[in-house]
């Protein structure tokens, strides 16, 4: 079946480092969505990318959709504490459809 | 807030019993979504429900049904449980978009 893996599964950085996760799928995705869960909390939707080659900004945040539309990262410039959480990406099992796969996230510490 | 509303926020019950989660989306969004996060493990998609009729259905066990009403609140009902269902259990909501708003979770234990 469809799988949707992310790596790396853990990444501890200084504060003020940079940090990227990578989000892999097995099959063609029509889009992908990110979300961030906090320790403790809910997950939080961040941004969707559609677009074959697309990129967008959040403030330090920037997501990337690869060409082929089967891989996507997230990269944080100069981390702060706020950025703790697990970051996961999310596509649909079929074109058109609400059922996303969550990909296996990537828990990211920051150290003051 | 996300606007979605899960009750209990806790549940500890006893294996074999059956127990039922309640979830009320954010006014207006017509879909409703309950995922099963294990500790340390990801966020496993169980089923999708739009507008009171079941829309997707993901890895959801016989012991495991669902239901949305009329009034778009929905309800998980876990029964026969076993020490492996304990677990975070979310409810999200969407509406136009495929965006999902997410309950704070009921955390169910099992003992």
């Known amino acids: 079946g469809q799988q949707v893996m992310q790596i790396p599964q853990y990444q501890h950085v200084q504060e003020g480092e940079d940090f990227t996760t990578y989000c892999n799928s097995s099959t063609t995705l029509s889009n992908i969505q990110w979300y961030k869960q906090r320790p403790g909390g809910h997950p939080v939707f961040l941004i969707q990318l559609v677009k074959s080659g697309e990129v967008k900004k959040q403030k330090r945040l920037t997501f990337q959709f690869g060409e082929a539309k089967k891989n996507s990262s997230l990269h944080i410039t100069a981390t702060q504490t706020t950025d703790v959480g697990t970051y996961f990406c999310?596509?649909?099992?079929?074109?058109?459809?609400?059922?996303?796969?969550f990909g296996t996230g990537t828990r990211l510490k920051v150290l003051a | 807030d996300s606007g979605v509303t899960q009750t209990p926020k806790h549940l500890i019950t006893a294996t074999g019993q059956r127990v039922t989660l309640r979830c009320s989306p954010r006014s207006g969004d017509l879909s409703v979504y309950w995922y099963q996060q294990s500790l340390d493990q990801g966020l496993q998609f169980l089923i999708q429900?739009?507008?009171?009729?079941?829309?997707a259905k993901g890895n959801i066990l016989e012991r495991f049904s669902a239901q949305q009403f009329p009034d778009l609140h929905s309800e998980l009902n876990l029964s026969s449980l076993e020490l492996g269902d304990s677990a975070l259990y979310f409810c999200a909501s969407s509406g136009k978009t495929t965006e999902a708003f997410f309950g704070q979770g009921t955390r169910l234990t099992v003992v």
């Open positions: 999310a596509g649909p099992k079929d074109s058109g459809t609400y059922k996303y796969i």
């Open positions: 429900y739009y507008n009171g009729e079941e829309r």
